[in-house]
């Protein structure tokens, strides 16, 4: 005899501290219905097809891109937008001169007044999820409400939406609380308000990418790090990758980097043929929740489960893995297409853009084909490198930290911090060329401490505290380095190939961690010697090697002026130890 389907009680009715805010929500914004979101594949499929037959999405060439969408944007709201987003607390100081600040009662009353009845005639998606494998402590939950349907689907993809989070949600009753409507997508009539002491995200008016998507930059880094500070861990804008040695060790490394640095390549990394015997597993690409474990060691889960990474450029030889890995059931956002409905971007070696991310007839006198921020939405588990510890709830133990930017010059290939303290110094000193992630000029150089600067949610100064005592308390804390893939020679070109030979700097790390390597030691910190790095295969020009190994005391000098400056900006709440820090850097340089 066949069972019934056992009833399942209705999502609305599951959790009351959920239902009671959907239902304010939803008094204020006055939808023309709600939709509670499953998180099942059906639903996944019925909505896509929805939105294809409304005209919103665009089915993709079916043979070569099976179960693959486009989603062009508003050509206004392409990228996260920094000038709009504020961390709102009763104390501006407790904010920081790193991000904008509203007063909270100011920023709720300009929010109330956009609510007001804007979701009229739409329908309202309520999306509960878990950031982090369902099953682990280290997790946490939210729910998103939003007035948009590509939002939604984004969501399904990148965390673990729907009846599981809110079953999480209601046995133990914490959840981030997120609302988002597109509003009007009026750049003069967007903002995106955090409130963490109120663990609250509101956001009207965009419906991109870490301005919508609020799982991901908003809960993940801004609210997650306020939360991270008073339960003693750190949520960080890394990747996590598992690296295996050809004698069968495997290390787990967090790597730092700003929006559009490389972290999904180095997460998704392809060894070199000239070395074998290496196998590099993906655990996350953009967001680590970095806890200190009872063996003293940092243990780290990746709260998301899908990736939302930047297309341009990807092809086989950069990386073959996600190549391989949006070639089916992935949603593209603003790309271009071809004749035969294919995708297309710039980096890909065949193929023929004739329609532009716009929807343009592709002219190259417009700019480029795909916009630079264009991005591919596909779920983690579809990459053939994808741990199979990525899952498990306890994480992964990080041997290594990596901080990072993208700079011409000064910054050598890598260096390894003194010890931790000095590690947070090298950390917050961080600095990189703007990239097309976010609004505004590309290619400036700022200060980007830890690749937190759009993220972290409260004053730098109280987060390089709370850095600086998670360090003390690990009986086995992890090596910190930098590193800089972007160096260029005087004519401009990049000196190091980067890609799978950045496995050649990670292997030499690894050493260091396991006291197999040597290093010299430099006023900046410790680097190889030439002869440290394994080299074999790799062909650079002469001289590239020394030039991107080299320290340049003179520039370097100041360089440290300008971080001084920069950290005293902070004023007293700065921890004193990283200026003496700073001021042993100086005494070093000579
Ligand atoms: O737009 S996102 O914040 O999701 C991507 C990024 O800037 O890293
Ligand atoms: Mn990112």
């Not at 043979?63 to 937008?81: G, I, K, M, T």
């Not at 991270?228 to 490394?253: D, F, N």
Request: glycine share 10%; hydrophobic share 40%; charged share 20%.
């Amino acid at each position: 005899m066949a069972t019934a389907a056992p009833l399942l009680i209705p999502l609305s009715q599951l959790s009351r501290a959920v239902t009671d805010w959907v239902e304010s929500a939803r008094a204020l914004t006055q939808p023309a219905g709600v939709r509670w979101c499953e998180g099942t594949e059906e639903e996944f499929r019925e909505l896509t097809s929805r939105l294809v037959r409304d005209g919103e999405l665009v089915k993709l060439n079916a043979e070569h891109f099976p179960d693959c969408h486009l989603y062009r944007s508003n050509p206004s709201d392409v990228a996260r937008v920094e000038h709009l987003t504020y961390i709102c607390t009763a104390s501006r100081q407790d904010a920081g001169p790193n991000n904008n600040w509203m007063d909270p009662k100011e920023a709720r009353a300009k929010m109330r007044g956009l609510f007001s009845g804007c979701m009229r005639g739409r329908t309202m998606y309520v999306i509960p999820y878990c950031m982090g494998p369902i099953d682990s402590p280290l997790s946490r939950c939210g729910v998103e409400i939003t007035d948009s349907a590509y939002v939604a689907l984004n969501m399904m993809v990148m965390t673990r939406a729907g009846r599981a989070a809110l079953e999480r949600i209601a046995g133990n009753g914490g959840f981030v609380r997120g609302l988002h409507s597109i509003g009007e997508l009026d750049p003069n009539r967007r903002f995106i308000m955090h409130f963490p002491e109120e663990l609250t995200i509101e956001s009207f008016g965009s419906g991109y990418g870490g301005n919508a998507l609020l799982g991901k930059k908003c809960h993940a880094l801004r609210i997650a790090s306020w939360q991270a500070r008073s339960e003693g861990w750190l949520a960080e804008h890394m990747l996590i990758v598992g690296l295996q040695s050809p004698k069968g060790e495997t290390h787990y490394v967090a790597c730092a980097f700003p929006s559009a640095c490389g972290k999904t390549n180095l997460a998704m990394l392809i060894p070199p043929a000239s070395l074998p015997g290496w196998k590099v597993f993906t655990v996350g690409d953009d967001i680590a929740w970095l806890h200190p474990g009872p063996d003293g060691r940092l243990w780290a889960i990746n709260p998301e489960a899908g990736y939302f990474g930047v297309v341009p450029g990807t092809n086989p030889e950069t990386n073959r893995n996600a190549y391989e890995m949006i070639r089916r059931d992935t949603l593209f956002t603003n790309v271009a297409v071809t004749a035969d409905n294919q995708p297309w971007w710039e980096g890909l070696s065949h193929g023929t853009p004739v329609t532009d991310w716009q929807g343009r007839p592709y002219e190259p006198a417009k700019g480029p084909a795909a916009h630079p921020n264009s991005r591919f939405t596909v779920a983690a588990r579809r990459n053939p490198s994808y741990s199979p510890h990525a899952e498990d709830p306890r994480g992964v133990p990080i041997s290594a930290l990596v901080f990072g930017g993208r700079r011409r010059e000064v910054a050598p290939l890598v260096y390894e911090a003194r010890n931790w303290q000095h590690g947070v110094l090298v950390g917050a000193s961080v600095a990189s060329e703007t990239t097309a992630a976010a609004v505004g000029q590309v290619g400036v150089v700022r200060r980007d401490p830890m690749a937190m600067q759009p993220f972290c949610g409260y004053n730098f100064a109280d987060y390089w505290r709370h850095w600086l005592e998670v360090g003390s308390k690990l009986a086995r804390a992890p090596k910190i380095f930098h590193v800089n893939w972007f160096r260029r020679d005087a004519h401009g070109k990049f000196l190091w190939p980067g890609f799978g030979d950045n496995l050649r700097v990670l292997a030499w790390m690894l050493d260091r961690c396991s006291g197999r390597a040597d290093a010299a030691a430099s006023g900046i910190g410790l680097l190889p010697r030439v002869q440290d790095l394994d080299t074999r295969g790799l062909s650079l020009d002469e001289g590239a090697l020394r030039a991107l190994l080299s320290v340049d005391p003179a520039l370097w000098r100041k360089e440290v002026a300008d971080i001084r400056t920069y950290l005293q900006s902070y004023g007293s709440r700065l921890p004193q130890a990283l200026l003496a820090e700073l001021e042993n850097t100086e005494r070093q340089l000579g």
